[in-house]
């Protein structure tokens, strides 16, 4: 195996008390591009989401690279129209050598020329996350794939339960937390707030805010923001033409022009445009768990 000159560097408590954190070296941060992380509880749409949003992205005329960070590898799947492997698996078949690869070996073309990348992650139960990403952000500097682009999705699994996972948060400069209308989401929401505020003590990320995602209301959401400090950036009603676009393989710019799916585009888009143009950093203070269930639960 290839010797790593800049291996990831293991430290304790510098994100909060009894944290263990994966640091990437310096040189692996990515310059020039607005790099974003989409977390949110396991199926609640993060994949959808990050796709559709790198769709809108392209719409408006951004050069977008998406980065899948699941062991399922199936981020992009709606954007390329299959699941592609992963940089792991492909790593692995060249011990390691990343020199033997060319771009194409790692990285396909989507919709409208959106670029796309499936880290993937571990064996279940063995290895971390955070070497994942790490390795995934070096390869793509060393083939420059970072050079000419504008926007970086990392669309990240399930909750953040350890520093691993958290990984894409010391890339990106802004955290969108997708939810939905629902206890469970919510809660997910609080804790993912934590981690993100754990990381924005030592660098550059901020939380944008929240999406309400196949969710008719958003009162329980609002509900939430207004008490911890923090804001719903966007509305994606729970429509059907998102069920059968991901039975397509397509995102919903690729879908025909029902009104449903004109009018979830439009939201796409917008939200594209303010994320691109910049949103106010916001510093919300997550509640205690035994405060959020007396805040959402019922009697």
Do not use: W
Request: with cysteine.
């Amino acid at each position: 195996m290839a010797l790593d000159r800049n291996p990831p560097v293991l430290r304790r408590g510098e994100d909060g008390e009894g944290s263990v954190q994966v640091h990437q070296a310096p040189d692996m941060k990515i310059e020039g591009a607005k790099v974003f992380s989409v977390y949110g509880k396991g199926g609640i749409g993060k994949s959808t989401t990050s796709s559709n949003l790198s769709a809108a992205f392209s719409m408006l005329g951004k050069r977008v690279l998406q980065i899948g960070c699941d062991p399922k590898h199936d981020s992009t799947f709606t954007l390329t129209g299959h699941l592609q492997p992963t940089v792991i698996d492909i790593l692995k078949e060249v011990d390691f050598h990343p020199e033997e690869l060319r771009p194409e070996d790692f990285m396909t073309e989507g919709f409208n020329g959106v670029q796309c990348v499936e880290a993937g992650g571990p064996p279940a139960g063995t290895g971390c996350g955070g070497y994942v990403v790490g390795q995934t952000v070096k390869l793509l500097k060393q083939h420059h794939m970072l050079e000419d682009t504008d926007v970086v999705i990392f669309d990240v699994l399930g909750d953040v339960v350890c520093g691993g996972f958290a990984a894409p948060l010391q890339h990106a400069d802004r955290a969108v937390i997708v939810t939905a209308n629902d206890f469970d989401s919510i809660y997910a929401m609080n804790r993912i707030i934590a981690a993100v505020q754990a990381k924005s003590k030592n660098y550059n990320v901020r939380l944008a805010g929240c999406i309400a995602n196949r969710s008719l209301d958003t009162d329980e959401v609002d509900r939430f923001c207004d008490v911890v400090g923090f804001k719903r950036i966007a509305h994606m009603p729970d429509i059907d033409a998102v069920r059968r676009s991901r039975l397509k393989k397509k995102t919903l710019f690729e879908m025909p022009d029902e009104e449903d799916i004109v009018m979830a585009r439009k939201e796409y888009i917008r939200l594209a445009d303010v994320l691109f143009a910049g949103t106010e950093p916001l510093a919300p203070a997550p509640l205690a768990d035994r405060d959020i269930f007396e805040l959402l639960g019922f009697d």
